[in-house]
């Protein structure tokens, strides 16, 4: 593992107790960042103790509710010093089925959580790092915003749409010391597998030329990159991690 310096750093990391989200709160903290991590998991505390040495804290966060994304950022600042770098990683996957027959509260949910969560948080963050002269955000979307799976538009046009407000943002932030960010990655096999269908795992391992899913640990790689102060000239970008799948 390549060392990358986050010392000094504090962090926050949406979705952080499982899957993508567990293993970026990982890296970040391994290359010096102290790390709070957001989510709904019952075992949130353990997860946060299990980075390691530092002051890492796990946050209680609906990402849904604006009132506590507020509440979790005051918490966070207050046992990290500073945020800065937020890595917005909560996600659903959503129901598969054809458009005309997805379910009008299922496709609320996803946008709900997907979308809505993830400007909140960076509607909470941006004036704390504007006013400390410094940020990184990342947001994960998919190479399913760029392409669009089959019964899956919830979730395809929900990461397009991350896709879009990373660029917003980072044109908004450009001149603040602020880069934003996002992945696209392929399929990583996860816990939000759990909520696919077989023969959706199945499409998307047909797509992916190299013939496998990704690793967690390939993503957080990038992702800590990202987060860290040698992202200094990228913003508004959109990075690749489908093994080749996305042809733009």
Not at 209 to 235: H, K, N, Q, Y
């Amino acid at each position: 593992m390549n060392k990358l310096d986050m010392s000094g750093r504090g962090a926050i990391v949406t979705g952080g107790a499982s899957g993508i989200g567990y293993a970026i709160a990982q890296r970040l903290a391994a290359s010096g960042a102290t790390v709070a991590i957001w989510d709904m998991a019952a075992d949130i505390d353990a997860k946060a103790a299990s980075l390691g040495a530092g002051k890492h804290i796990g946050v209680k966060v609906d990402v849904s509710k604006y009132a506590q994304v507020e509440a979790g950022l005051a918490k966070s600042v207050a046992a990290l010093g500073k945020v800065d770098a937020m890595v917005n990683s909560a996600g659903v996957a959503g129901a598969n089925a054809l458009v005309a027959d997805y379910p009008i509260d299922e496709w609320l949910r996803v946008f709900d959580i997907n979308v809505n969560g993830l400007f909140y948080c960076c509607r909470a963050v941006t004036p704390h790092m504007t006013a400390n002269g410094y940020g990184r955000i990342v947001n994960i979307a998919s190479v399913a915003g760029k392409e669009g799976n089959p019964k899956a538009s919830a979730y395809s046009a929900s990461k397009a749409a991350v896709i879009g407000l990373t660029k917003s943002l980072g044109k908004e932030l450009a001149t603040n010391n602020i880069t934003v960010n996002c992945v696209t990655p392929a399929a990583v096999k996860t816990p939000i597998f759990d909520q696919v269908e077989q023969f959706h795992i199945d499409y998307m391992l047909s797509k992916i030329p190299m013939g496998r899913f990704g690793l967690v640990e390939e993503i957080a790689a990038m992702v800590a990159w990202l987060c860290t102060e040698d992202c200094s000239f990228t913003t508004g970008g959109v990075f690749d991690l489908s093994g080749g799948r996305a042809t733009y």
